[in-house]
């Protein structure tokens, strides 16, 4: 059965930097889109970046945050620069057989979901 496994989250103050890491295991990642997507408390989850063959990013993390795969590895990761206390959220990956456009409607995302992890920014 296909899963999903995020790392990398923790504290860190604004300015700072985090790299999460997103490992696939139990189904072949090569032809899906893999999603970041974060849900703040008392907020609905958003998609936050996306990459198919191409990267894609919200506007609100343009510039700051750069997302990678290794499907050779089965991961995918995302580089976050700059964090502000509004990136504050539990971190979660998906993959979904769609175009990386459609973070924009969580709902769509019915592949496969990881537990998610943990991101604070705060001084």
């Known amino acids: 059965q296909g899963r999903l496994v995020e790392s990398g989250g923790g504290l860190v103050q604004p300015g700072g930097s985090l790299r999460l890491s997103c490992v696939a295991s139990g189904f072949s990642m090569n032809h899906y889109a893999i999603a970041w997507f974060r849900q703040a408390p008392g907020k609905e989850r958003e998609g936050v970046s996306c990459?198919?063959?191409?990267?894609y990013y919200v506007d609100s993390v343009k510039g700051r945050f750069t997302i990678s795969r290794d499907d050779r590895e089965k991961s995918v990761y995302l580089q976050m620069t700059d964090l502000k206390p509004e990136d504050t959220a539990v971190y979660y990956c998906?993959?979904?057989?769609?175009?990386?456009?459609?973070?924009?409607?969580?709902?769509?995302?019915?592949?496969?979901w990881g537990q998610g992890t943990q991101v604070t920014v705060s001084s």
């Open positions: 990459i198919s063959r191409d990267p």
């Open positions: 998906a993959a979904e057989l769609t175009p990386c456009q459609t973070i924009a409607q969580v709902a769509t995302w019915r592949g496969y």
